[in-house]
Each structure stands twice: as C-alpha cells, then as structure tokens.
C-alpha cells in the first residue's frame, strides 16, 4: 500500500459498507418487524423460545454490524458518507426493548435455578452468605457486560434503557428474595413444635442483604452519571436533574421494597417465637418462684439471639432484637389479659409477672435502655398499668380511688363548682403527733329539701380505713336550713409519723339531715395529708391559712379501679366499698358537677 500508493483498506471497508447496507439493512428490518413483544407477565417460565431465541441471534448480529462500525476509524478518508457509521443502531432501535426483556427473563430463571440448587450452606467458615447470592450477583455483573456491549450511543434512548435496566434489576432483586422466603418456608415446615432460629433462616437473610448491596453500585457501573451529564449538555440541566430524581427515585423504591421484605421476614421470626414466649409465660407464672418460673424463658430467648447475633450483621440484629422484644411483650400482655378475663387470679399473680417483666427487661437491656420509648412501648406501659391495678391490694385500690378522686377535685374551681364548696384549716403537731382540723363552713350548697334549702352536716375520716384502724370518724353538729352552715368545729387524731406517710387522705362527706328518711348525699372532699403543714401544738389555727375545697361526686362507673375492686369476689370488704360508691352515683338530678 505505501508502494503502490493504494488505500486497500479503504477501498475493502467501502465495498463492505454498501453491502451492509444492501444486505444487512432490509433483513435486520424485516426480521425487527416481525418480533412480537415479549408476554412476560404471563409466561410460566418458558418464555416464547423461538422469540427469544430470534432475538438471542439478532443481538449477535448487531454486535457483528457494531464491530464493523468501529474499524471504520481506521479509514484513511472521508466517512461522512459511510452507510452504517453513526447510523447502524438505528436499524435494531425497535429491538433494543425486546433484548432487555431477553436479558430480564434469562436473569429470572437463573436466580431461580440458582436458589434451586442453593443447600443454604454457608461458602466457608468465613463467609456468612450461599452459593445463590454469589449466583445472583454475577447475574447482575452479566446484564453490566451486556449494557457495555450494546453501547448505544444516541443519549435519550441510554437513559430509557438503563431506567428500564434499573427496574428490571430491582424487580429480581425482589424476586430473589421472594424466592429465598419460601426455600426457608419449605425448611421450616418439618421443624419441631418449639420454634428455634435456624441457620437456613440467617443465610436468607444475609443473602437478601448481599444481593441488595450489588444493587447500590450498579447504576454507576451502567453510566448513569454520564449519561445524566450528556443529556444536561444537550438538553439543559433542569431536564437533566429531573432525569436524575427519576432514577434515583427508581433505586430508593427497590432499597424500600428490600428493606420491607427483610422486616416482613424478621416479624414472622417474632411471630413464629410468640407462641413459644407465651407457654413458657404461662408455666413460669404457675411457678413460686418468679426466677425459676422465667428460667426456661430467658434460656430460649438466649439461645436463639446468640444464633442471630452470631450470624446477622449487627444492622440487621438490632432489628430482629426489637421485633422479639416486641412480641415478648405482647405475649406478656396477652398473658395478663387472659387471666384477668378467665381466671380471676389474686393480686400475688400479678406481682410475680410484674417481676418476670423487670427479669425480662434485664435480659433484653442489662445496662439500660439506649431507647426508653423502644423498652417501654405501648404494650410495656399496658402492662405496667394493668399490673398497678391487679397486683395491687384492695386497699391500695381503694387508696388509687380517692386520689383520682383527689385529682377531679383538683382540677375544679370555687366558681365552677356547682356542688359547693367546705372552708377549712389543718396542720399536723409534730411534738404531740396529732392531726388537727377545723372545719369553718360550707358555701354555696344545692337545696335538697322543699323548702329551697338543707340541713347539711360534715362526716370527717381517714382513708383508707386500714391504714388508720384507730382513727375515730368526725361529725359535726347538724345546721339547719342553710345553704352556708357555720361548722366552726376542731377535731384532732393522734397519728404516727408512719401513719402520715403511708398517702392517705382526709375524706369530708356533707349530707343533709332528714328527719323521717335517708339522709341525702351532697358531695365530697378530699385533702391529702401529704398537703399538710407540720407545726407545733403551739401553732393556732386561725393563724394557718383556710383551704376552700370543691365538693364533687363519683361520676365515673367504668373507673378501671371500680371494676377492678368488683371483680374480686373473693374480697367482701371491696365488694361493700365498689356497692357505697355506686350507690352514691346515683343523685338527684338537681345535684350534677
């Protein structure tokens, strides 16, 4: 060639170049005609071969009129008027769709053949993930070489491509582990009645983790960013970024849709433990020891959260840590639930859950909580409050009563009060230890008799009685018909610095005096002795400042502390208090809050 002076290359790629036109270009296009879309969504995994096969070819075929296309940089001459330089993808356009389902269904039957054959074995003693996630990641790394292969060099139709390529990789990521759920599924099945983690289960679902982290990078490895830079030069930056939220928006929905399949696996692990946590429950709450009665518990939780711990990644076990805690908790409440409903167990019963729940919550968090909302959930806080109620004794009930009774009160003005409201004076002698109170009047009280007025007197006691078996109960003399009786009456009650202390409550009872029937309830009052001032018995009384107290009546029948009470037939003494405070809910109409 440099002899002669003869460009043989040239004149040989011409002569080529318009016999690829000639030949090449009609058969390409009317074989890309006469393909059917594949029906991908109804095949059963035999797609449409001769399709497929066809296209399998074509594909080859563009590869060889591509392959061409490149030596045309070796052309010594002018190659603007090649015919298949910068043009020869145009002719198989049609078809680039069809290749991507190709790729998408062979990259289907691929994972699934590799789950298939996947023992759920781990690779080595080093690796924590299958033969199946090895497969399925390689799988991705064959649809990159295929992206690079095509090369298709007009921008616009890159970028739909690779959107379409992005889709069709998270639709098999999630067909992936859909796969690996059901393996595990079918493993389980013939597993023994006591539920245990098993291996097979952890490798799942580090598979699942190890095929979603091949995901991350792949758009990078497919040149999205270039691409995105290529259409902002050619079409402006705000089509550009829109394009980029596109697929980024593509790549968060699959990382979401893995994400939510890995937390539908580990809450069917706590589900699956649930019924397990609940028997064992049950048989340590039988027991007289709260620490042998939770033994089996704490054995079983242990062992299968060493197993997860041991073969998760730390991520994913905080998760599953949280679901069982979770799912123990709401076995303990279901437990509680059940006995209240059922079996009418006595307060002891309750204590002792109360202390399998602290035993519990040492296990889960023996150095504290990082999170207090994640240990004492919803179903931890029910627990507590339905244990403060159950386990409690009848007396501290009724103790609970009078301060929500205390609280109502609290929450009540002297100009909202339409009951009325009692003046009076109290403080406690610390050197003679006695309680002293004066009861000044009453003010503004409901008429209850015909005349438009009553005959109001004060029954003065401390409640609940069984803390204070020696106090003595107060009445003061009778006023009669008045609205705003004068009392003007002190009484005073030995009491112990012990007998302060314990959270009892002065309870004031107004009635009016009837002289041939029962004599009506006006309302009440409560004073705390906790609100008490301690003094000397030299202190006077008219020096202390007056407490002006509303007066209100018990108004609430489904009080969780009423029903509690009433549930207990056993006890005779709460059964007679639950009767008086109902009997006192019902008033005349005259005489509502």
């Not at 390529?165 to 099945?189: G, P, Q, S």
């Not at 497919?222 to 930056?237: A, D, F, H, V, Y």
């Not at 009456?489 to 009872?509: A, K, Q, R």
Request: aromatic share 10%; with cysteine; proline share 5%.
């Amino acid at each position: 060639m440099r002899l002669l002076g003869v460009e043989y290359f040239d004149i040989t790629y011409l002569v080529y170049d318009e016999k690829y036109c000639e030949i090449v270009k009609p058969i390409v296009a009317e074989i890309c005609g006469s393909l059917k879309p594949l029906d991908l969504k109804n095949d059963d995994g035999c797609c449409q071969d001769k399709d497929v096969s066809m296209g399998t070819t074509l594909f080859e075929l563009y590869l060889a009129v591509k392959q061409f296309s490149d030596l045309s940089s070796k052309v010594q001459g002018n190659t603007s008027d090649l015919c298949i330089h910068g043009t020869f993808h145009n002719w198989f356009h049609t078809t680039v769709a069809q290749w991507l389902d190709i790729a998408w269904f062979k990259a289907m039957n691929r994972i699934r053949r590799a789950v298939q054959l996947d023992t759920l074995k781990p690779l080595d003693d080093f690796n924590k993930i299958t033969t199946s996630a090895v497969d399925t990641a390689s799988i991705f790394h064959q649809i990159e070489i295929f992206w690079n292969q095509l090369s298709w060099p007009e921008v616009e139709g890159s970028y739909s491509f690779i959107a379409k390529i992005l889709d069709d990789l998270c639709r098999c990521t999630i067909f992936y582990a859909d796969l690996m759920c059901k393996k595990v599924e079918e493993m389980e099945k013939i597993a023994d009645e006591k539920y245990h983690i098993s291996d097979e289960l952890c490798f799942a679902i580090n598979n699942i983790e190890r095929v979603a982290e091949e995901m991350q990078p792949i758009s990078e490895k497919l040149g999205m960013n270039s691409i995105i830079e290529q259409l902002g030069e050619k079409n402006g930056p705000s089509v550009a970024d829109q394009c980029r939220r596109t697929l980024i928006t593509v790549m968060e929905n699959a990382n979401e849709n893995i994400n939510n399949k890995i937390i539908d696996i580990l809450e069917k692990v706590g589900l699956k433990m649930r019924p397990v946590i609940q028997k064992l429950l049950l048989e340590g709450s039988e027991t007289d020891s709260e620490e042998y009665g939770v033994e089996k518990l704490v054995k079983y939780l242990d062992k299968n959260l060493i197993k997860l711990n041991n073969k998760l990644t730390p991520a994913t076990f905080d998760k599953v840590f949280a679901i069982i805690w979770e799912n123990a908790s709401v076995a303990l409440r279901y437990l509680i639930n059940t006995n209240i409903e059922v079996k009418r167990r006595p307060p002891s019963f309750f204590k002792q859950i109360h202390q399998m729940l602290q035993i519990l919550i040492n296990f889960f968090y023996p150095e504290g909580p990082a999170k207090v909302d994640l240990v004492y959930n919803s179903n931890i806080q029910e627990i507590e409050k339905l244990i403060g109620f159950y386990g409690a004794s009848s007396t501290e009930l009724i103790l609970k009563y009078y301060q929500d009774r205390h609280k109502v009160q609290s929450q009540k003005t002297i100009k909202n009060s339409d009951l009325g409201s009692l003046t009076i004076r109290a403080h406690y002698c610390e050197d003679i230890r006695t309680l002293r109170v004066e009861l000044l009047n009453a003010r503004n009280l409901k008429p209850h008799d015909a005349n438009g007025q009553c005959d109001p007197y004060v029954k003065v006691k401390l409640v609940p009685k069984e803390f204070f078996p020696s106090a003595p109960i107060f009445k003061t003399k009778i006023k009669k018909k008045t609205l705003f009786p004068l009392f003007d009456e002190i009484f005073s009650v030995p009491l112990s610095p012990d007998e302060l202390s314990t959270g009892g409550i002065i309870m004031f009872t107004l009635k009016d005096h009837d002289l041939f029937g029962r004599n009506d309830f006006l309302g009440e009052c409560f004073l705390p002795l906790e609100s008490i001032p301690f003094t000397t018995s030299d202190t006077k009384l008219q020096d202390l400042p007056q407490k002006l107290l509303p007066m209100t009546l018990p108004k609430d029948p489904n009080s969780i502390t009423l029903q509690t009470l009433e549930s207990r037939q056993w006890d005779r003494s709460a059964a007679e208090f639950v009767k008086k405070e109902r009997t006192k809910m019902i008033v005349s109409p005259n005489a509502q809050q």
